[in-house]
């Protein structure tokens, strides 16, 4: 079968009650037919399930299928997407470490890098996205542990070359870890281009529809074992109902995919004709500066445009206050169309030559196209750049 089908098809194991929909194991914990039992268990001499912090048969269920997704040997569930994030760094380095990272990172990943990982003599080095294999090379320090980097990028949409990293982290022995929670397993794989650890915000598209939580990091079983021991003590685990909404969510993960890119990429060619739009960023827009990368990699351009309007802040107010059909928030992935500031919101707390080098200027403003009728979006979107710019000749 193809993966498609396994994810759709991979369930927990039926009850006797005969169930068709995957049941919610709602327990903290799992109770044993004999103290021999529970001794094997906690021995790992017998594997099952013994405190839903450890483990949860909803759990496992979402962790399996996206590890099915990925391609991937296995993984650890998480509360949120930024839990999947620091317990990927933090279950593998130690004091003393380096880590590489490509410069264009979610706000909050930018954070755990230098604010928290530092405390414990961790350093960093950062890299444009459209660094050289060269300028990698000698980026690597005989310390280095780690390459980490998300691509397309939060907010900016930069991509970085998998397979050019991939091989980089082979020759030195690095372990290559990637965010691609914004092209999805149904868009892209890294580990088809090298990657060890592949994570997510399933907060975001695998959930796609902004009810629940969660995060995940899957990828090779050497590295997700020190993860699950760290995980364990440290206890980010993911609650078992929203486990259960995430694996539900996943059946249609691929289908949601096609159509926000099909929006996505509508809305953008729209905006990218329209003569008071400074700039629309999309890989799959020809405009895109590392769109033949794109094209490679991914296997649709995803859900997020970026948008650059002329007039700083009180510009990108009006534009909001004129949009109809839009939400305004920091979050994405939704079904529905939500809008941000990154500069005032989602990266506010870098500073502004951080946020400059990233190409975060006031005027971005980050589009997670939803899936409503791509005709109305792009009369809202037109409709509100149009009112924006009246408004600021007016003033």
Known sequence: MRKQTK????????????????????????????????????????????YSRFSNPTVQEFIDKVCILEDCEDGVATATGMAAVFASMAALLKSGDHILACRALFGSAHQIITQILSKWNITYTYLDATATAAEWEAAVQPNTRMIYLETPSNPGLDLV???????????????????????????????????????????????????????????????????RFFCRQTGPSMSPFNAWVLSKSLETLELRMEKHCSNALKLAT????????????????????????????????????????????????????????????????????????????????????????????????RISVGLEHVDDLIEDFTNAVEVSVKSDILE
């Open 270 to 365: 729209a905006l990218d004709n329209h003569p008071d739009v400074k700039q629309v960023k999309y890989p799959f827009l020809e405009s895109h500066p590392q769109h033949a990368l794109a094209k490679k990699q991914m296997r649709g351009g995803g859900a997020i445009v970026t948008i650059e309007l002329d007039g700083g802040f009180e510009r990108v107010s009006g534009f909001m206050k004129a949009l109809e059909i839009a939400t305004l928030s920091s979050n994405l992935g939704d079904t529905r169309t939500i809008v941000t500031n990154p500069y005032t919101t989602t990266h506010a707390k870098l500073k502004e030559e951080e946020k400059l080098a990233l190409g975060i200027t006031e005027g971005l403003i």
């Open 7 to 50: 994810a759709v098809r991979t369930q927990t194991k039926k009850t006797h009650y005969r169930e068709h929909s995957t049941p919610l194991f709602l327990t903290s914990s799992f109770s044993f037919e004999s103290a021999e039992q529970g001794k094997a268990l906690f021995e790992e001499t017998e594997q099952g399930n013994l």
């Open 161 to 227: 070359d998998l397979e050019m990293i991939g091989k980089i982290c082979k020759q030195h022995n690095l372990i290559f870890n990637v965010d691609n929670c914004f092209a999805s397993p149904a868009l892209q794989n890294p580990v088809a281009y090298g990657a060890d650890l592949v994570l997510h915000s399933a907060t975001k598209f695998m959930d796609g529809q902004g009810r629940v939580l969660g995060g995940i990091v899957v990828g090779k079983k050497e590295y997700i074992k020190e993860l």
